[in-house]
């Protein structure tokens, strides 16, 4: 074929209606998340896992210096240091999670080396697996019935409010899992094995989603030997990974992590991976009862999930089959209280399995899509898009949605515009190469550098082995201030925080400024004192607000 008859056909492709629709959406998908991700990095809006951007750029910076995954942010949330000793800047976070496949994107770091960099990538990573899963699909349907499908992916909940958080791992999974089924349906047997190596080296648990399409290949009977040997692969490579290869860095995967999310199902203060699958395994009263409480979240989840696709995976034994043992682990995981959110990245996990079966399932129920159900199925995808946005995903729509009504609590854009310029009036006083402390939703903004704490810690381990101070603190109250009325745990974390900054004071730090509700200090440094006196009556104003606050919760009660 000549070079003008491959345009020529590709020309023919882009004409097809339907496919140009999926195109479309993924563009309004991608565009959109991309401006929504960028302006509230840029703007400082603080989210419920703001500290997680930090991390990965941390980590991603020291990869690109050769640092392999290590992380002074990673080792503050080690178990060596929630048990008092000092975070270390050489703790690799693989003891955590082990996520080697991160490595595939150090080229796109390398052009782009910032968390916004991170955001864009991962708005990117999921835009694209919803074409794959539109070629996926039209590989049983035709263009009509495969586009209804993908555009589903783009207005789910499950894939929405992920993408819009801080980045994580996870936005891998859809297009390797997505991958492999297409690979798997054009019989691509080498892709398949790329593809699942890819999913197992995203993290140590997503040998779940890999399990669960092997057990669908088993008991569908389609392709019995690769489903035996997908679900050994998955099973064993998890197992190995978690008992043998992340204790040689740390003790964090048996002594933090099985505990936090899984420790009603074991006896003691540590429990391997194999400890937890004997407990489910030996308890299924209580694993009857993890699964179904509590009754309210866990339906909500479900139905979340269910809603883009028009229900249909709750009557497709293949999305049960598919997406079955990802459901089961986020259900059992009731310690973590992110387990049961749609708009955090567990929820991810179930869209790869969710949409194949319903892929599935349509294929032997073509005679139903007809005018009635594509009237209803339309009114579930605009559901799952208003639901999506009015619950304010990840507070990237913080600039147009109150966080709260009753009592207000809004910043409008300018104003919030104008306090991430006060921000960067101060970062622009820290060096490139200082050790900085900041708060959560600072954090990420310091993270391209070796030495890095979340406020208020203040001591590390250096490479020397020896344990330094930051060289600044840098301290957002501002935003607490904003949101204290209206939520007790702000309100809490500002009062901590105003001890911390006279603890900070009282060790020899120096108040050099303070702008709009935020502080920078300086170790060793004498403070300035036209600033303290004006953190004095910025100190009194805050408790003064916090106590009427407290007096009219306690009214209203």
Not at 22 to 49: D, E, H, K, M, S
Not at 120 to 145: D, E, F, N, S
Not at 358 to 366: F, G, P, Q
Not at 381 to 405: E, G, V
Request: charged share 15%; proline share 5%; aromatic share 14%.
């Amino acid at each position: 074929m000549t070079f003008g008859q491959k345009v020529a056909s590709w020309q023919k492709l882009l004409d097809l209606p339907y496919l140009r629709r999926v195109l479309v959406a993924a563009i309004l998908f991608w565009a959109i998340g991309c401006v929504l991700v960028l302006q509230r990095y840029y703007n400082f809006y603080p989210t419920y896992v703001s500290f997680d951007q930090g991390i990965f750029n941390q980590v991603f910076w020291n990869n690109l210096h050769g640092r392999w995954f290590e992380g002074s942010l990673s080792s503050t949330e080690s178990v060596a240091v929630i048990q008092g000793d000092v975070p270390d800047v050489a703790y690799h976070r693989l003891g955590q999670h082990f996520t080697p496949a991160l490595l595939l994107w150090l080229p796109w770091y390398a052009l782009f080396p910032s968390p916004s960099g991170l955001s864009v990538l991962q708005v990117t990573l999921v835009a694209i697996a919803g074409l794959v899963l539109y070629a996926l699909a039209r590989h049983y349907h035709p263009p009509q019935l495969s586009a209804w499908i993908a555009v589903s992916y783009y207005a789910a909940i499950a894939v929405i409010s992920p993408t819009l958080a801080n980045f994580h791992d996870i936005c891998q999974i859809p297009l390797y899992i997505f991958g492999l089924l297409l690979a798997l349906e054009k019989r691509q047997w080498w892709l398949v094995g790329v593809l699942a190596v890819l999913t197992l080296l995203v993290r140590e648990d997503s040998g779940v989603v890999l399990f669960g399409v092997g057990f669908y290949l088993l008991v569908s009977r389609r392709f019995p030997w690769l489903g035996v040997g997908l679900c050994a692969l998955s099973l064993g490579y998890m197992l190995a990974v978690t008992n043998l290869i992340m204790p040689l860095f740390s003790t964090d995967v048996s002594q933090r992590f099985m505990i936090e999310e899984f420790g009603q199902f074991v006896d003691g203060d540590e429990a391997s991976t194999l400890d937890v699958l004997i407990g489910i395994l030996t308890n299924p009263r209580r694993l009857i009862i993890e699964v179904v409480t509590p009754f309210d979240r866990t339906l909500r989840y479900l139905l979340g999930q269910w809603v883009p696709l028009a229900f249909v995976t709750v009557i497709s034994p293949s999305a049960w089959a598919l997406a079955g043992f990802p459901t089961l682990k986020i259900l059992i995981q009731q310690q973590d209280i992110t387990a049961l959110s749609l708009h955090l990245r567990y929820a991810m996990t179930l869209v790869p399995g969710l949409f194949y079966g319903a892929i599935l399932w349509w294929s032997t129920h073509t005679q139903w899509f007809d005018r009635r159900v594509r009237r209803v199925w339309a009114i579930c995808i605009i559901l799952s898009l208003f639901f999506t946005i009015t619950a304010n995903p990840n507070r990237t729509l913080s600039w147009l949605i109150p966080d709260s009504f009753r009592p207000w609590v809004y910043v409008s854009p300018p104003r919030q515009w104008q306090h991430s310029q006060a921000i960067r009036s101060l970062l622009a006083q820290i060096p490139p190469g200082a050790s900085v402390t900041a708060t959560d939703h600072i954090v990420a903004h310091v993270s391209n550098r070796r030495e890095v704490l979340r406020f208020p810690r203040l001591r590390l381990r250096n490479d020397q082995n020896k344990t330094v101070r930051m060289q600044y603190a840098i301290a957002d109250l501002w935003y607490l201030q904003q949101y204290e009325p209206a939520f007790a745990d702000y309100r809490q974390s500002l009062v901590v925080a105003i001890e911390q900054v006279d603890r900070i004071l009282d060790r020899q730090y120096g108040l050099i400024a303070l702008n709009d509700g935020v502080l920078l200090l300086q170790d060793k440094t004498p403070s300035n004192p036209e600033v303290l006196n004006n953190w004095l009556t910025y100190r009194q104003e805050l408790q003064q607000a916090i106590e009427a606050h407290l007096n009219a919760t306690s009214d209203r009660s």
